[in-house]
């Protein structure tokens, strides 16, 4: 349908509504799959190279964009797309099915409050960047003198809060529930699942970063930005199956916890070597430590949460990994972009406030004008906008400069609070367990007191 459609409507229903269902039906069956088809030694590679699957392709979603758009057609993206489904349903026969489980009643009243509360939570976060955290910004919405975005983060947090008093209910009445709250009081499963929240924060905070530095700040190509992301695919595999491989009885928890120390190291090092003047080879030692990071996390992590309860709840699990691993993606695709908006419109305001060369009027018009909307631009796309709006020369090329400082500020702010989240996220990974799943010494469960 997508790579047919006629129009922009037809398109959408087919990109993201329909494959959007069918992913969020595919993920957690993957998880239960996998549970079903590997023993307990097997499970950290197999669960590595799914998760260093949905990584690479990430990685390598641009390059093979960028030269489908560039040589051929968008159509063809998604034309792919039914050859790779095709393929997969050819294959999916040689796979043992998960054990079927007895027909239950869907849980209608759980399902719209948990989908209502987490769509408060990633709309308001993904808003935060133009309507303001707390205060509204110029010409955002204004309620009871707070920006929308709190009020919907907070009421977010009470309709989840209801659907888990919800379920708590359904379980008293005998009834089948959409979630198991008992499920939560693992504590290993909610290491498992945090670690999962923080890995998927960090992967959408960086891909979205890194290619708006080397396709907006260094004007390289989709597919030349797609190379420069390649390196991250390489890391990232080795560590995913070499791990599990080579160090089948290595500690899970010294595994994630040197996985985020990986991914801090390539971020700041990033932010140390952005500079005005970088070029697009800089991105390749933080790629490099990115994937040894993230291949490092997804050799333990879907293993030790599916192995930390019963094979019959890997579902209920699957389904909480992906609801965590996507809340993770939008925070962090929100937080980089709000940062990086924030320090970049400081840093211009300031700029051309404090340079000589940009004249009274143009910097009082900046002042009223940039406050509320600015953009990350290029250089030539901003000095075109200069030259349409008649910005004397001297001017131009002032404004130019200060963009162009500003936008290395922003990213170096954005990327700052990425690798002070990689830091946390060592200190949450105290609850994963330090025994692989299945060793004589691993605990069955760890649920709190």
């Given amino acids: 349908m997508t790579a047919l459609s006629p129009s922009l409507a037809v398109l959408r229903l087919g990109w993201s509504f329909l494959e959007g269902v069918g992913a969020a039906l595919i993920l957690p069956a993957i998880v239960a799959l996998v549970a079903s088809n590997f023993d307990l030694a097997g499970r950290p590679r197999a669960y590595g190279l799914v998760a260093s699957a949905g990584a690479v392709a990430v ?36 796979m043992a099915d998960a054990p079927p489980e007895g027909r239950v009643r869907l849980d209608l009243v759980g399902t719209v409050l948990s989908a209502v509360g987490l769509a408060l939570i990633v709309y308001g ?36 809060w209801l659907f888990l008093a919800w379920e708590n209910r359904q379980l008293a009445r005998g009834a089948e529930p959409l979630v ?33 530095f080397l396709s907006v700040a260094l004007g390289l190509s989709a597919v030349e930005t797609g190379v420069r992301l390649l390196p991250l695919s390489v890391t ?6 070499g791990v599990p491989r080579f160090l089948p009885d290595v500690s899970p928890r010294r595994v994630v916890q040197i996985g985020f120390l990986a991914l801090f190291a390539g971020i700041a090092i990033m932010v140390g070597a952005l500079d005005a003047g970088a070029g697009p080879e800089i991105v390749t030692w933080p790629m490099l430590l990115a994937g040894l990071g993230v291949g490092a996390l997804a050799s333990q992590l879907g293993s030790v949460t599916v192995s930390s309860v019963p094979d019959e709840q890997s579902g209920d699990v699957g389904g909480l990994q992906n609801t965590v691993m996507y809340l993770g ?31 009274a009027e143009l910097k009082s018009k900046a002042t009223t004008q940039l406050s509320s909307n600015v953009s990350f631009v290029s250089d030539d796309q901003l000095q075109s906008a200069l030259d349409e709006a008649g910005v004397p020369p001297q001017s131009a090329d002032a ?26 996220a060592t200190f949450f990974s105290r609850r994963i367990p330090a025994v692989q799943p299945g060793s004589a010494t691993a605990p069955s469960s ?4």
Avoid: C, H
């Fill in 446 to 449: 760890a649920e709190d007191p």
């Fill in 329 to 359: 993606a939008s925070i962090g695709t929100a937080l980089a972009g709000a940062v990086l908006i924030a320090a970049l419109s400081t840093t211009l305001l300031t700029g051309i406030e404090q340079n000589a060369a940009v004249s």
């Fill in 125 to 160: 976060v993904l808003r935060s960047g133009t309507w303001g955290f707390v205060r509204p910004k110029a010409d955002a919405p204004d309620w009871l003198g707070l920006s929308p975005v709190i009020w919907m983060i907070l009421g977010g947090g009470v309709v989840v």
């Fill in 236 to 241: 990232l595999l080795l560590a995913a199956v």
């Fill in 180 to 212: 198991d709250p008992s499920m939560l009081r693992n504590s290993v499963l909610r290491g498992g699942l945090t670690a999962f929240f923080f890995q998927y924060l960090l992967q959408a905070g960086l891909f979205f970063a890194i290619p708006l």
């Fill in 399 to 424: 404004v130019v400069q200060e963009n162009a400082t500003a936008r290395i500020d922003g990213l170096r702010s954005s990327l700052s609070v990425l690798a002070l989240i990689a830091l946390i």
């Fill in 59 to 94: 990685a390598a979603g641009p390059l093979i964009g960028g030269l489908f758009t560039t040589y051929l057609s968008w159509r063809w993206v998604f034309a792919g797309e039914v050859l790779v489904v095709l393929t997969i349903l050819a294959m999916a026969r040689r």
